[in-house]
């Protein structure tokens, strides 16, 4: 799967969708760029560890448990951090 793209006067590019959507990117997607000795710039998603998803529900009311938006929430943060 071969695209072209341009790079903006920011120093930024755009992923074709189709390779954002077969390599799983999204918002706040962490990406790890090689460059190699031959000059060729090579760029891979980071893995995520399931242990960063540990503990992102906890609260500390436990009177009231989660509701389903608070739990979703709280997986969109783990996913996705606002920095």
Do not use: W
């Not at 120093?11 to 090689?34: A, C, T």
């Amino acid at each position: 799967m071969d695209a072209i793209t341009v790079v903006s006067s920011k120093g930024q590019i755009v992923i074709p969708k189709n390779m954002r959507d077969f390599l799983g990117l999204h918002y706040g997607s962490e990406l790890i760029l090689n460059l190699r000795k031959d000059n060729v710039l090579e760029i891979s998603p980071k893995a995520r560890n399931i242990r960063e998803f540990f503990g992102k529900g906890k609260r500390t009311n436990q009177e009231n448990p989660m509701s389903l938006k608070d739990i979703d929430d709280a997986i969109a943060q783990a996913v996705c951090p606002v920095e």
